[in-house]
């Protein structure tokens, strides 16, 4: 038989011969019941229906009474009474409504694997199910308006992407179609945007303008709010002539289809105006892939976030900063700013969806940031996965069940569309092409799903087992081993899991030789995956290739390229393992041996050509780098302070020194003093370790380094306790030049911080020849950071003397290099340099420009406010302006962006000299003589004359001013008295020094 609600009801044989059904209320009862075909009815839900709210008295007799009309009219059987309710069994697929969703999913899906003809055919199919209003045969009530407001929007989501799969198709779509059902419908901005798409392609610019001026205007009117991001998009594409191009998105593509929870994905849809989500169940549900299937049909820009490699809840927001993208500062402090802090400041002005994913182990610290972001953040929506809730007010739970699985005596038509079951076809297919559910393997299938509770990583592990066996012995094994029981409740710990997964891993497992086993469980001392070579290095074992293709083949371990990395709950098992077996402490070892020498072969490639490939390499192991170096501190302390010495230049060129914080600290705490052979690799970790160092190393490290009498082993050493200890007060010694010793790198670096000293004195030939050979240095060795350090001095020289085209040309290479370095902090000081020589040029509209893009990259590197020098310099540009008040307010940010780091002295002495100035132009002198004297007291901190005669000038004029002089340069302007011999901005570069 073939149902019709999809219009008026419709009932026909199987002949195709029209039956009659009855009256109004047996026509209503048969609506609602093929609404759930196959499904029970409740009496209540059917009154519901029939009399809305306020039923008659004896409805539940009048309900039976229909119901044996309609049995009357229908063959036998088809209506069952099941206690509560009623039952019609029937296929859902024989009812349109239920075809037409279907249908409606499946073109979807094709539409967004890009299958445009074969989309627009299936919907084309969906929607000429309908043949007029649905439901038509209802009474009037909330019970039919729910429904049919559930229908039309689907009919209308169909719509529009069997429109969006015409407008790929080279006929094209129906612009008159199109016109009339974006008119009727004005305030659904997808259609007004492919109605203004087709009309572009049709050749009719000016038409598809006018469509997003009236659509502006009806949502202004009618909503008041303004067209969505994408029409807006859509709008530029049309002025521009070109078709606008896809929302960019962090979310990594799936490389199987999405099968069994396209309810639970519509829910998430649903929920749009709810802005934190969270995906609950127990392991091995597909909590991942539902969240990134969501996530890819969300207009916002989307980021994933892994939270698995998480230690503890301190380490959540530093995991969100590296899925968005953000580096560590560099230079800007030597106490990071909070990362929580970091990203509402990126992410506060941008309409963003986050997916939190694996949070059952952190769930505190996730909590707690979701809860400050979304506080925060008002365009940020969040999709979290966990076990259990975060527990946050607001929060919208989304449950996560097993796969429905067909009961055992199901027939094999009707087992097939079972969820759990069409999970298991489709990922047999993959393994063994043609496999269908049929009459000969159904029975065995449907004991497979039902062994493994639905949880669809179990099906997906145990289909993988076609390539060996048939579904019938896969059954007979999953039977034998008897464990697969679903736990209602895990421990949040990240070392445990769902027992039914463990079960199916230790199945697998139990499949192993010995030698697969023996590699496997060593596979669990990496952290992100491992290379082929990494693996043949620390396992140890013979025909590890081979080996890898096994486990592959087997489904635990995924092949990723030239990587190689296990699922967490794989890894986990196998950790277990390699405890169990005793030779864990071997293993972490020879792996922390592999990735030292890694790191070791890295570093001098770093200072060189090559620096962005082995910053890519490094990169890629980073995960692994980390785990050696926490399991040597407390392992192998030796090993430990060698892995901080040879990654010192990669943390600090990728953005990731403060990661190496607090096991620096951690490794210093335990060995107390240097070591004897590695007292260089000593001051290392000291210099990463402040401000954390335990009380003496920081004496100890200096000591050290004014006793060096040879050059050091890693060249980056003395430039990196150059950028810690500060500039030397005096000229660079011959203490130092032993430091640099012969190596290339360091010989350059030494040119470098001779010139930056020589133009901090005032020695502004001597400076610019001294950057003039760093430049030659750093290019010959093609090594973009220094190559850039060198190239500012030289445009800081041309500003100096006013040669404007030189110093811009010089500042716009240098800030290429340090684009393609990514490094964000670096490229801000470089505009704040330039903007200051903008100032002398008299173009203070460019200086702005500089100032504030510099205020922005620094901002996008995370911080949650521009560097003082940004603050200053506008502050400067205000004053001239005359606007005091606003230079007032700089200067004060200034002053509160300058209260830490190394070179922090010198930024408070020029914001405190601004504000005694300003005082000063003010009318205030006892205000201005305060200022002046703080600015005084910190120059004194600081080894650059510069700085200090700029505080002693302002200290002297606020005393004449204060005795009745007349110092008119002091209120003249922010920077009257400054000399102009040297740039104002004392550097934050490396300088070699040998004391502090």
């Given at each position: 038989?073939?149902?019709?609600?999809?219009?008026?009801?419709e009932?026909?044989?199987?002949?195709?011969?029209?039956?009659?059904?009855?009256?109004?209320?047996?026509?209503?009862?048969l609506?609602?019941?093929?609404?759930?075909?196959?499904?029970?009815?409740?009496?209540?839900?059917?009154?519901?229906?029939?009399?809305g709210?306020d039923?008659?008295?004896?409805?539940?007799?009048?309900?039976?009474?229909?119901?044996?009309?309609?049995?009357?009219?229908?063959?036998?059987?088809?209506?069952?009474?099941h206690?509560?309710?009623?039952?019609?069994?029937?296929?859902?697929?024989?009812?349109?409504?239920?075809?037409?969703?279907?249908?409606?999913?499946?073109?979807?899906?094709?539409?967004?694997?890009?299958?445009?003809?074969?989309?627009?055919?299936?919907l084309?199919?969906?929607?000429?199910?309908?043949?007029?209003p649905?439901?038509?045969?209802?009474?009037p009530?909330?019970?039919?308006?729910?429904?049919?407001?559930?229908?039309?929007?689907?009919?209308?989501?169909a719509?529009?992407?069997?429109?969006?799969?015409?407008?790929?198709?080279?006929?094209?779509?129906?612009?008159?179609?199109?016109?009339?059902?974006?008119?009727?419908?004005?305030?659904?901005?997808?259609?007004?945007?492919?109605?203004?798409?087709?009309?572009?392609?049709?050749?009719?610019?000016?038409?598809?303008?006018?469509?997003?001026?009236?659509?502006?205007?009806?949502?202004?009117?009618?909503?008041?709010?303004?067209?969505?991001?994408?029409?807006?998009?859509?709008?530029?594409?049309?002025?521009?002539?070109?078709?606008?191009?896809?929302p960019?998105?962090?979310?990594?593509?799936?490389?199987?289809?999405?099968?069994?929870?396209?309810?639970?994905?519509?829910?998430?849809?649903?929920?749009?105006?709810?802005?934190?989500?969270?995906?609950?169940g127990?392991?091995?549900?597909?909590?991942?892939?539902?969240?990134?299937?969501?996530?890819?049909?969300?207009?916002?820009?989307?980021?994933?976030?892994?939270?698995?490699?998480?230690?503890?809840?301190?380490?959540?927001?530093?995991?969100?900063l590296?899925?968005?993208?953000?580096?560590?500062?560099?230079?800007?402090?030597?106490?990071?700013?909070?990362?929580?802090?970091?990203?509402?400041?990126?992410?506060?002005?941008?309409?963003?969806?986050?997916?939190?994913?694996?949070?059952?182990?952190?769930?505190?610290?996730?909590?707690?940031?979701?809860?400050?972001?979304?506080?925060e953040?008002?365009?940020?929506?969040?999709?979290?996965?966990?076990?259990?809730?975060?527990?946050?007010?607001?929060?919208?739970?989304?449950?996560?069940?097993?796969?429905?699985?067909?009961?055992?005596?199901?027939?094999?038509?009707?087992?097939?569309?079972?969820?759990?079951?069409?999970?298991?076809?489709?990922?047999?297919?993959?393994?063994?092409?043609?496999?269908?559910?049929?009459?000969?393997?159904?029975?065995?299938?449907?004991?497979?799903?039902?062994?493994?509770?639905?949880?669809?990583?179990?099906?997906e592990?145990?289909?993988?087992?076609?390539?060996?066996?048939?579904?019938?012995?896969?059954?007979?094994?999953?039977?034998?081993h008897?464990?697969?029981?679903?736990?209602?409740?895990?421990?949040?710990?990240?070392?445990?899991?769902h027992?039914?997964?463990?079960?199916?891993?230790?199945?697998?497992?139990?499949?192993?030789?010995?030698?697969?086993?023996?590699?496997?469980?060593?596979?669990?001392?990496?952290?992100?995956?491992?290379?082929?070579?990494?693996?043949?290095?620390?396992?140890?074992?013979?025909?590890?290739?081979?080996?890898?293709a096994?486990?592959?083949?087997?489904?635990?371990?995924?092949a990723?390229?030239?990587?190689?990395?296990?699922?967490?709950?794989?890894?986990?098992?196998?950790?277990?393992?390699?405890?169990?077996?005793?030779?864990?402490?071997?293993?972490?070892?020879?792996?922390?041996?592999?990735?030292?020498?890694?790191?070791?072969?890295?570093?001098?490639?770093?200072?060189?050509?090559?620096?962005?490939?082995?910053?890519?390499?490094?990169?890629?192991?980073?995960?692994n780098?980390?785990?050696?170096?926490?399991?040597?501190?407390?392992?192998?302390?030796?090993?430990?302070?060698?892995?901080?010495?040879?990654?010192?230049?990669?943390?600090?060129?990728?953005?990731?020194?403060?990661?190496?914080?607090?096991?620096?600290?951690?490794?210093?705490?335990?060995?107390?003093?240097?070591?004897?052979?590695?007292?260089?690799?000593?001051?290392?970790?000291?210099?990463?370790?402040?401000?954390?160092?335990?009380?003496?190393?920081?004496?100890?490290?200096?000591?050290?380094?004014?006793?060096?009498d040879?050059?050091t082993?890693h060249?980056?050493?003395?430039?990196?306790?150059?950028?810690?200890?500060?500039?030397?007060?005096?000229?660079?010694?011959?203490?130092?030049e032993?430091?640099?010793?012969?190596?290339?790198?360091?010989?350059?670096?030494?040119?470098?911080?001779?010139?930056?000293?020589?133009?901090?004195?005032?020695?502004?030939?001597r400076?610019?020849?001294?950057?003039?050979?760093?430049?030659?240095?750093f290019?010959?060795?093609?090594?973009?950071?220094?190559?850039?350090?060198?190239?500012?001095?030289?445009?800081?020289?041309?500003?100096?003397?006013?040669?404007?085209?030189?110093?811009?040309?010089?500042?716009?290479?240098?800030?290429?290099?340090?684009?393609?370095?990514?490094?964000?902090?670096?490229?801000?000081?470089?505009?704040?340099?330039?903007?200051?020589?903008?100032?002398?040029?008299?173009?203070p509209?460019?200086?702005?420009?500089?100032?504030r893009?510099?205020?922005?990259?620094?901002?996008?590197?995370?911080?949650?406010?521009?560097?003082?020098?940004?603050?200053?310099?506008?502050?400067r540009?205000?004053?001239?302006?005359?606007?005091?008040?606003e230079?007032?307010?700089?200067?004060?940010?200034?002053?509160?962006?300058?209260?830490?780091?190394?070179?922090?002295?010198?930024?408070?002495?020029?914001?405190?000299?601004?504000?005694?100035?300003?005082?000063?132009?003010?009318?205030?002198?006892a205000?201005?003589?305060?200022?002046?004297?703080?600015?005084?007291?910190?120059?004194?901190?600081?080894?650059?004359?510069?700085?200090?005669?700029?505080?002693?000038?302002?200290?002297?004029?606020?005393?004449?001013?204060?005795?009745?002089?007349?110092?008119?340069?002091?209120?003249?302007?922010?920077?009257?008295?400054?000399?102009?011999?040297?740039?104002?901005?004392?550097?934050?570069?490396?300088?070699?020094?040998?004391?502090?």
């Amino acid at each position: 038989m073939q149902f019709g609600v999809l219009g008026s009801l419709e009932v026909r044989s199987a002949a195709g011969e029209e039956i009659p059904v009855g009256g109004p209320r047996p026509r209503a009862l048969l609506v609602m019941l093929l609404l759930n075909a196959g499904r029970v009815v409740g009496v209540t839900e059917l009154i519901d229906g029939q009399y809305g709210d306020d039923p008659p008295a004896g409805a539940a007799n009048a309900l039976q009474a229909q119901v044996s009309r309609l049995r009357r009219n229908l063959p036998a059987g088809v209506v069952e009474f099941h206690g509560a309710g009623y039952r019609l069994a029937v296929d859902p697929g024989d009812v349109d409504v239920h075809r037409f969703e279907r249908l409606a999913r499946e073109g979807r899906r094709l539409l967004v694997e890009g299958h445009h003809e074969a989309a627009a055919g299936t919907l084309r199919e969906a929607l000429g199910l309908w043949r007029g209003p649905a439901l038509a045969d209802l009474p009037p009530g909330s019970f039919r308006r729910e429904r049919e407001a559930r229908l039309e929007e689907l009919r209308l989501a169909a719509a529009e992407d069997l429109v969006e799969a015409e407008l790929a198709l080279p006929e094209g779509t129906s612009v008159a179609e199109l016109r009339r059902l974006a008119d009727a419908h004005p305030l659904r901005e997808r259609l007004r945007g492919q109605l203004m798409r087709a009309l572009h392609a049709a050749g009719r610019q000016a038409e598809a303008l006018e469509v997003f001026e009236e659509t502006r205007r009806t949502l202004a009117e009618e909503l008041g709010a303004d067209p969505s991001p994408e029409l807006a998009a859509v709008h530029l594409a049309v002025l521009r002539a070109a078709e606008p191009a896809p929302p960019r998105r962090r979310l990594a593509a799936q490389l199987t289809s999405f099968v069994g929870r396209e309810r639970e994905l519509e829910r998430i849809g649903a929920l749009r105006d709810s802005r934190l989500v969270t995906i609950t169940g127990p392991g091995g549900t597909g909590k991942t892939r539902l969240a990134i299937e969501a996530a890819g049909r969300d207009r916002r820009e989307a980021c994933f976030v892994d939270l698995t490699s998480a230690a503890d809840d301190d380490q959540v927001p530093r995991a969100v900063l590296g899925a968005l993208g953000l580096r560590e500062t560099g230079f800007q402090s030597l106490r990071t700013a909070d990362p929580a802090d970091r990203l509402v400041a990126a992410l506060a002005d941008r309409e963003s969806l986050l997916v939190l994913d694996n949070c059952e182990h952190v769930i505190a610290g996730t909590a707690a940031l979701a809860r400050g972001l979304l506080a925060e953040c008002p365009g940020l929506r969040v999709l979290a996965t966990s076990r259990e809730p975060l527990g946050i007010t607001g929060e919208t739970l989304v449950p996560l069940a097993p796969l429905p699985t067909p009961p055992p005596d199901l027939p094999p038509r009707d087992a097939a569309a079972y969820p759990a079951v069409r999970l298991f076809a489709d990922r047999a297919a993959a393994v063994r092409p043609g496999f269908e559910v049929g009459p000969d393997n159904a029975a065995a299938v449907v004991r497979i799903c039902a062994a493994l509770d639905g949880l669809p990583l179990a099906i997906e592990l145990a289909a993988a087992r076609l390539r060996s066996f048939t579904a019938e012995e896969i059954a007979g094994r999953l039977a034998e081993h008897g464990r697969f029981r679903l736990l209602s409740r895990g421990d949040r710990t990240a070392a445990a899991r769902h027992r039914t997964l463990r079960a199916v891993v230790e199945w697998s497992w139990d499949l192993l030789t010995p030698e697969e086993r023996a590699l496997a469980r060593r596979l669990a001392v990496f952290t992100g995956g491992a290379s082929l070579e990494a693996v043949e290095e620390v396992c140890g074992v013979d025909d590890a290739a081979g080996l890898l293709a096994d486990l592959v083949d087997r489904s635990l371990v995924e092949a990723d390229g030239d990587r190689y990395r296990m699922l967490n709950t794989i890894l986990l098992f196998c950790a277990e393992k390699l405890a169990e077996s005793g030779e864990e402490e071997r293993l972490r070892a020879a792996h922390a041996r592999h990735f030292l020498g890694l790191a070791e072969r890295a570093a001098p490639h770093l200072l060189r050509a090559g620096q962005l490939r082995w910053l890519e390499r490094l990169s890629a192991e980073h995960g692994n780098l980390m785990a050696a170096l926490r399991w040597a501190v407390r392992g192998d302390r030796g090993t430990a302070m060698r892995l901080v010495a040879a990654l010192a230049i990669y943390w600090w060129l990728s953005g990731r020194r403060a990661q190496a914080g607090e096991a620096a600290a951690e490794l210093l705490d335990a060995a107390g003093g240097p070591p004897e052979g590695l007292e260089e690799e000593y001051v290392v970790c000291v210099a990463h370790a402040v401000p954390r160092a335990p009380a003496g190393h920081w004496e100890r490290a200096g000591e050290i380094m004014r006793s060096l009498d040879r050059p050091t082993r890693h060249p980056f050493t003395v430039a990196l306790w150059g950028m810690f200890a500060g500039p030397p007060s005096g000229p660079i010694g011959p203490e130092a030049e032993r430091l640099l010793g012969s190596d290339p790198w360091n010989r350059a670096l030494g040119r470098l911080s001779r010139g930056l000293l020589a133009m901090f004195g005032g020695e502004i030939a001597r400076g610019e020849r001294e950057f003039a050979e760093a430049l030659t240095g750093f290019r010959d060795l093609g090594e973009r950071w220094g190559t850039a350090q060198a190239l500012d001095g030289l445009a800081l020289i041309a500003g100096l003397r006013g040669e404007w085209a030189r110093a811009r040309e010089t500042w716009g290479e240098a800030l290429r290099l340090m684009e393609e370095l990514g490094a964000l902090e670096e490229s801000a000081d470089l505009l704040a340099h330039r903007a200051e020589a903008l100032v002398r040029q008299g173009d203070p509209a460019a200086a702005v420009a500089d100032y504030r893009r510099a205020g922005e990259l620094a901002r996008k590197a995370g911080w949650p406010d521009a560097p003082a020098e940004v603050h200053l310099g506008l502050g400067r540009i205000a004053w001239y302006r005359g606007d005091l008040a606003e230079a007032r307010r700089l200067f004060g940010a200034a002053l509160r962006a300058a209260e830490h780091g190394p070179f922090a002295a010198g930024t408070r002495t020029r914001a405190l000299t601004a504000l005694g100035r300003l005082a000063e132009a003010e009318g205030d002198p006892a205000g201005a003589r305060l200022r002046h004297r703080r600015a005084l007291a910190a120059a004194r901190r600081t080894p650059l004359t510069s700085d200090l005669a700029a505080a002693a000038e302002g200290w002297a004029g606020a005393v004449l001013l204060e005795h009745g002089g007349d110092p008119a340069t002091t209120a003249a302007g922010p920077a009257t008295a400054e000399p102009a011999s040297a740039p104002r901005r004392a550097s934050r570069r490396a300088t070699p020094t040998t004391s502090r």
